[in-house]
């Protein structure tokens, strides 16, 4: 067995919460996700073999940082952190630096892995939002990531997707932050700050 297989397996196998990492494809584009739980320093050589054989581009941390992103640098891949509570949604700053890696990254051929603590709450709710960019309805996409990744998100999660809307347009003239801005007159702010309270 090649060095980058068995590399493969033992972050298959050794995960450090022994969850299998999921990968998430995105229907009418290349683009796809990898949701796993975080890495350690004692076990981001684990997933290196695995990030690498699924053309891994970039690292998104939803969590505080638990391993140097060096080796992952060295590797060419990466490394974007976007933290929020464990159990609660993104800000809209969150959400903004998320969209401008999905407009980015979106028509071309490579994956974006994301991950929190668990791999169960934040990470999914990030590739959850990039699904509904790209046309799938929301609860759709809650349920075709379940589908993949059992126990993933928790009710004010799923009651957030259920009302989120598209911010990405085929026309560029509209800033993300002018476009969130408009979905809190209609509410929004309310559930954010009311999902800030809860854990998953």
């Known amino acids: 067995m090649s060095y980058l297989a068995g590399k493969r397996l033992t972050a298959m196998s050794q995960s ?4 299998m990492l999921t990968i998430v ?18 076990t981001l050589d684990c997933y290196m073999g695995e990030f690498i054989h699924q053309d891994v581009s970039v690292v998104v941390r939803c969590c505080q940082p638990t391993y140097n992103a060096q080796q992952l640098v060295a590797n060419n891949i990466d490394v974007l952190d976007l933290p929020f509570r464990d159990g609660g949604v993104p800000s809209v700053p969150i959400v903004c630096e998320w969209l401008n890696l999905i407009q980015s990254k979106r028509h071309a051929q490579t994956t974006i892995a994301v991950h929190c603590l668990a791999g169960l709450g934040r990470a999914p709710v990030l590739v959850a939002i ?4 790209m046309g799938m309805k929301p609860l759709d996409a809650v349920a ?6 059992r126990g993933a998100f928790n009710k004010v999660q799923i009651a957030y997707l259920d009302g989120y809307k598209r911010v990405l347009k085929a ?30």
């Open 16 to 19: 450090p919460l022994g969850r």
């Open 25 to 42: 494809d995105c229907l009418g584009s290349p683009l796809r996700f990898i949701i796993l739980d975080s890495p350690t320093e004692s």
């Open 130 to 133: 990039a699904l509904i960019e």
């Open 144 to 149: 075709y990531i379940r589908e993949k990744r």
């Open 171 to 200: 026309k560029p003239s509209h800033s993300f932050r002018s476009s969130l801005g408009r979905m809190f007159k209609l509410g929004w702010g309310n559930r954010w700050r009311a999902a800030t309270a809860v854990s998953h």
